[in-house]
């Protein structure tokens, strides 16, 4: 037999069929369906979207210093990327153990930013313009 993949295999294989396609069930009989989110929580998502995005914008014309302006900037980016991922990608109603996954993946992109952050100031005096004055 070739191979098939698994929600058909457990189909082709029992004599139990699902009542309608839209049911499935795991290997411990657990019900798997599509965990589908009401129009209203994605439009309320997409309004909280919005209104980051209009803060985003709004904190560029506030001078904050440029490494508070970044922090902000990047904190705003990542709630927003938590909501993408939250509720249009499902992750909310998915496993745990995708969850650390994806934290696990900020945290390291954190780490990475945060030590960009450190070494850009370390070098800020050397790439900075001189201003050679006429003699």
């Not at 997409?46 to 560029?60: E, K, N, Q, S, Y």
């Not at 302006?69 to 990327?81: E, F, P, Q, Y």
């Not at 996954?101 to 313009?129: E, H």
Request: charged fraction near 10%; aromatic fraction near 8%.
């Amino acid at each position: 037999m070739q191979s098939s993949p698994s929600v058909f295999r457990d189909q082709i294989n029992s004599q139990n069929a699902p009542a309608s396609p839209d049911t499935h069930t795991d290997a411990h009989g657990a019900h798997t369906g599509p965990h589908v989110a009401s129009p209203v929580i994605l439009l309320g998502v997409f309004a909280i979207l919005m209104v980051l995005t209009l803060l985003t914008v709004a904190v560029t014309k506030i001078d904050l210093g440029y490494n508070a302006n970044l922090a902000l900037a990047l904190s705003i980016a990542v709630v927003k990327a938590v909501l993408v991922v939250m509720y249009f990608m499902h992750l909310r109603y998915d496993s745990i153990f995708y969850t650390a996954i994806v934290v696990a993946c900020l945290v390291f992109i954190g780490v990475f930013i945060a030590m960009s952050i450190i070494d850009t100031g370390q070098y800020a005096p050397v790439l900075a313009p001189r201003i050679i004055a006429p003699s």
